[in-house]
């Protein structure tokens, strides 16, 4: 998995989606040397999977073993009227001489209220079975819709947009663990809005190319909670607290 730093603080404007800070996000990973190196190996295996067992069945179960929901399981939504501009990686990606023969869809994927990532897919509608155009009209992933078609799967890329440890962390990483495990007043890891990328480009038996998908993944899938209300304290609520007498001399 390649790695591009970049800022992602930010959900880009316009996707539709729920604000990023609409609520307080907290890692299931702590702050530590320890917890970095879990959480950076949570996201390969998580992005491993996928490419094995695809994007919708690596995420629905990766919802139930997580518990990420009471009721763990991937949802997804196409997203109404989406637009994104067709950049000269896609229209090169998808051999384009003319923009007006590609669409553009994107759906989210979610688990209860996390939002996990979202697929952006253009396509060439020509370039595919009629009973695959027609399923796209539903809240599924491109892959999933042509997976009948047996596509031809060319130049998977994965980057990983958020590095938790740098190289000697990484290495002094094993040392570090034992110390590390008994310590209870780390905080929760900081971990910003995007984490990694998977690039995916579909040819037909033909070996054209169909479609190209941009799947990004979200913080979320480490776990969110919303953060508790502070407990009241039991003196305040038993009122204040009698006078002791005090003692005669």
Request: aromatic content about 6%; some cysteine; overall charge positive.
């Amino acid at each position: 998995m390649s790695v591009d730093m970049q800022s992602n603080d930010l959900v880009p404007h316009g996707f539709g989606f729920r604000p990023e800070g609409d609520r307080r996000f907290i890692c299931r990973y702590r702050d530590t040397t320890v917890g970095k190196v879990q959480a950076f190996s949570a996201l390969q295996r998580l992005s491993g999977n996928m490419v094995r067992s695809g994007t919708a069945a690596a995420l629905d179960a990766w919802c139930r073993e997580h518990g990420l929901a009471a009721e763990p399981t991937l949802a997804l939504r196409l997203v109404p009227q989406a637009s994104a501009p067709f950049t000269d990686d896609v229209r090169q990606s998808l051999e384009l001489e003319d923009e007006g023969s590609a669409r553009y869809r994107r759906v989210e994927m979610s688990c209860g209220d996390l939002l996990l990532g979202w697929a952006e897919t253009w396509y060439v509608p020509r370039r595919l079975t009629p009973a695959v155009g027609e399923s796209l009209a539903a809240d599924v992933l491109f892959e999933q819709a042509a997976d009948q078609m047996r596509p031809v799967r060319i130049g998977v890329q994965n980057t990983l947009l958020w590095a938790p440890l740098r190289v000697g962390e990484q290495i002094a990483a094993p040392t570090a663990a034992p110390r590390e495990r008994h310590g209870s007043k780390s905080r929760p890891l900081v971990v910003p809005w995007r984490v990694f990328e998977h690039r995916t480009l579909l040819r037909n038996k033909g070996l054209h190319p169909m479609s190209l998908t941009l799947e990004t993944f979200t913080r979320e899938v480490l776990g969110s909670a919303v953060e508790p209300a502070p407990k009241p304290q039991l003196e305040a609520l038993a009122g204040p607290a009698p006078l002791k007498a005090l003692a005669k001399p």
